[in-house]
């Protein structure tokens, strides 16, 4: 076995094993604790070859030309998409798999009703002989990375093992990797250990098991996604919500934007909306051409995760984005629906599962309105329309992504890398519904803001392995990151109120809702700018609203309508609220209820009987 250090800006050296010293000091790496857990690693897996990752340009170049070499990654048009590459996922391997998803804590009541759960000691047996030898005639790769800016207090060091070339590129472009992690992380033992294989991609030995008691995770059989790059749902909502609990901080699956108001006033808004239900169009967004002439400037924070904590000293809440980049979806995303994603992924971004056009461009269903006469798919087949309406093939995968970084944005927030986050003025909800729930309205109070969170329900998407389109309960959209029990995470979320001074206004938006034919009444996307400037006004106690059951709503008058073409009746069928309806939608959240059942907090308990005796 050798262990390559190329990647140290010398071309060309590798360090036999046996030159791990005593000290642990290897390839510049000194953090002992780092190395013990390398050993460990390198014992059970049996690579080739270790790998360390700095995170140089050198190293990332030479990592891209392998994954090229290795037919991981297809080049693509370097004049139309300058160091962009297409990967191709395993097939059986396209997205987060909830049923191989688990919380591993000793009892069965820290992992809570909604979570897949087993021992920690079990987890460890069934796994080990999994991971046992998996990367014989493979390298192993030495991820340490970061999540959050350096010096923030909430900053959390991981190192990622894994066996996977895309996985170490992916960390590098979504995470801060390398030699800045380490320099963070400094002598100290407290880093999240991640270990990662690949393995045979056999769905039926795949696992995502997290050991919020151990601050670790092993992941193998999945190179896609969240399941895979350790750091974003594993780390940063499941551990993260975890020790947010005991330190009293929020992980949410959240995105942050900023928004600037012609009089230079700036809101920080968090929204939380389950997995491809508008976060990152909704993160950066770009506002209608008359708002945008008036001066409203939208900036993008995160798109994704949200780490919020209360600031001591003037009791308001903060946030950071703990991640570098955007994994975002690809279909429906355009030059039209969201220019912000097209600029940040039109260099140096890796795209998964789409289609390959003839020229080296990439193609995905909803990128153009005309489909390409040819291509080839996400599989590897040709397509054409003509194939695509005998068959019904996607020529990309519903899930497709791009993997992209942060600062290709051109809406990135000043304040994206500041350690001190930004201060947080409100916290929008939302879901995919067709039916039942309105565009938006406004809690009464941070108690009822944490029930209508709770209650959630959304259409399930392809961001899931599963049956899509059909409602389910997703209290903040956190239901497949929750790293505890959700009894605890509703009064956790409760009692945060009493830290906070000013707490910010808290809303529901649903940008799905649709008419009779099956069509979108809300035309989303950019538009959705008329209802933030409602909430924004809101958050500062200006915009008018009524009160209804609900909570707080605009009538048609209390919204910049204008130049909009939507008349008052369509208006006011988005804004209906049908009180047969509405008895079934609490029905529906019984679901959530009964799997609380004896436990759950009184405030949820309260809320409902309140709600219902309004109806
Ligand atoms: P994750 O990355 O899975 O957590 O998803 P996300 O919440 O960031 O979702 P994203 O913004 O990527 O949107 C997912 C899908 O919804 C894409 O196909 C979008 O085009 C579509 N979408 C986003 N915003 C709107 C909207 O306002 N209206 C409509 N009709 N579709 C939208
Ligand atoms: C989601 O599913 O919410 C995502 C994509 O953001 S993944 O990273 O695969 O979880
Ligand atoms: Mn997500």
Request: contains cysteine; glycine residues 8%; hydrophobic residues 40%.
């Given at each position: 076995?050798?262990?390559?250090?190329?990647?140290?800006?010398?071309?060309?050296?590798?360090?036999?094993?046996?030159?791990?010293?005593?000290?642990?000091?290897?390839?510049?790496?000194?953090?002992?604790?780092?190395?013990?857990?390398?050993?460990?690693?390198?014992?059970?897996?049996?690579?080739?070859?270790?790998?360390?990752?700095?995170?140089?340009?050198?190293?990332?170049?030479?990592?891209?030309?392998?994954?090229?070499?290795?037919?991981?990654?297809?080049?693509?048009?370097?004049?139309?998409?300058?160091?962009?590459?297409?990967?191709?996922?395993?097939?059986?391997?396209?997205?987060?798999?909830?049923?191989?998803?688990?919380?591993?804590?000793?009892?069965?009541?820290?992992?809570?009703?909604?979570?897949?759960?087993?021992?920690?000691?079990?987890?460890?047996?069934?796994?080990t002989p999994l991971f046992s030898g998996c990367m014989r005639g493979r390298t192993m790769f030495v991820v340490p990375f970061m999540m959050g800016p350096a010096g923030s207090p909430l900053t959390k060091v991981g190192?990622?093992?894994?066996?996977?070339?895309?996985?170490?590129?992916?960390?590098?472009?979504?995470?801060?990797?390398?030699?800045?992690?380490?320099?963070?992380?400094?002598?100290?033992?407290?880093?999240?250990?991640?270990?990662?294989?690949?393995?045979?991609?056999?769905?039926?030995?795949?696992?995502?098991?997290?050991?919020?008691?151990?601050?670790?995770?092993?992941?193998?059989?999945?190179?896609?996604?969240?399941?895979?790059?350790?750091?974003?749902?594993?780390?940063?909502?499941?551990?993260?919500?975890?020790?947010?609990?005991?330190?009293?901080?929020?992980?949410?699956h959240m995105l942050i934007l900023g928004a600037k108001a012609p009089s230079g006033e700036k809101t920080y808004i968090a929204a939380a909306f389950p997995s491809a239900c508008g976060k990152t169009n909704f993160a950066m967004l770009i506002p209608p051409e008359k708002d945008r002439k008036a001066g409203w400037e939208i900036t993008t924070v995160g798109d994704d995760i949200a780490w919020m904590w209360v600031d001591k000293t003037t009791g308001t809440l903060r946030g950071i984005n703990p991640e570098n980049g955007y994994f975002g979806v690809l279909p429906g995303t355009n030059w039209q629906t969201n220019q912000n994603a097209m600029q940040s992924m039109s260099h140096d971004t890796i795209y998964t599962n789409v289609a390959l056009l003839p020229d080296g461009d990439v193609w995905w269903e909803g990128k153009t309105k005309e489909p390409p006469a040819e291509c080839i798919d996400w599989t590897g087949q040709v397509w054409t329309p003509a194939i695509a309406a005998t068959t019904d093939r996607k020529a990309a995968h519903p899930n497709s992504r791009f993997t992209a970084p942060m600062t290709n944005n051109p809406a990135l927030d000043p304040a994206a890398n500041d350690p001190a986050g930004v201060p947080i003025s409100g916290i929008v909800f939302g879901g995919r519904r067709s039916k039942t729930l309105p565009l938006v309205f406004q809690a009464f109070n941070w108690v009822h803001g944490?029930?209508?969170?709770?209650?959630?329900?959304?259409?399930?998407?392809?961001?899931?392995?599963?049956?899509?389109?059909?409602?389910?309960?997703?209290?903040?959209?956190?239901?497949?990151?929750?790293?505890?029990?959700?009894?605890d995470y509703l009064t956790h979320w409760f009692s945060m109120r009493k830290l906070m001074r000013d707490c910010p206004r808290i809303f529901h938006v649903n940008w799905f809702r649709k008419d009779a034919s099956g069509k979108f009444i809300w035309p989303g996307y950019g538009e959705n700018m008329r209802v933030l400037k409602w909430i924004i006004d809101r958050c500062h106690g200006r915009a008018y609203a009524v009160e209804t059951p609900l909570g707080w709503m605009p009538q048609p008058q209390d919204l910049d309508l204008d130049g909009l073409d939507l008349t008052p009746d369509t208006f006011a069928a988005l804004q209906s609220v049908s009180h047969e309806e509405f008895k079934s939608e609490i029905l529906g959240q019984e679901e959530l209820f009964l799997k609380l059942a004896g436990d759950l907090p009184k405030e949820m308990i309260f809320q409902r009987e309140l709600l219902i005796s309004l109806l």
């Open positions: 076995m050798s262990i390559a250090t190329a990647n140290r800006d010398v071309p060309g050296i590798s360090v036999r094993p046996e030159n791990f010293n005593s000290s642990g000091v290897h390839g510049g790496i000194a953090n002992v604790h780092v190395h013990q857990f390398v050993q460990q690693a390198v014992k059970l897996c049996v690579p080739d070859q270790v790998f360390w990752c700095n995170g140089s340009d050198y190293e990332r170049n030479r990592l891209l030309a392998d994954a090229v070499n290795e037919g991981v990654l297809i080049p693509l048009n370097p004049r139309k998409l300058p160091g962009c590459y297409l990967h191709r996922s395993n097939p059986n391997d396209v997205a987060r798999t909830e049923q191989c998803t688990f919380i591993c804590t000793t009892t069965e009541d820290d992992a809570g009703p909604t979570n897949n759960w087993m021992p920690p000691v079990t987890a460890k047996e069934l796994l190192v990622q093992i894994t066996d996977s070339i895309y996985v170490a590129i992916s960390m590098g472009i979504m995470t801060r990797m390398g030699d800045v992690a380490l320099k963070q992380l400094g002598d100290s033992d407290s880093f999240t250990r991640c270990l990662h294989s690949v393995a045979d991609c056999d769905p039926a030995r795949r696992y995502i098991c997290h050991f919020p008691q151990d601050n670790a995770v092993w992941s193998i059989g999945s190179g896609y996604g969240g399941n895979a790059l350790l750091g974003k749902k594993c780390l940063a909502l499941r551990l993260g919500s975890y020790m947010g609990r005991q330190q009293q901080w929020l992980a949410e944490v029930y209508i969170g709770a209650t959630v329900g959304s259409e399930t998407t392809a961001a899931a392995a599963g049956q899509v389109g059909v409602v389910r309960r997703d209290p903040m959209a956190m239901l497949p990151f929750l790293g505890y029990n959700i009894r």
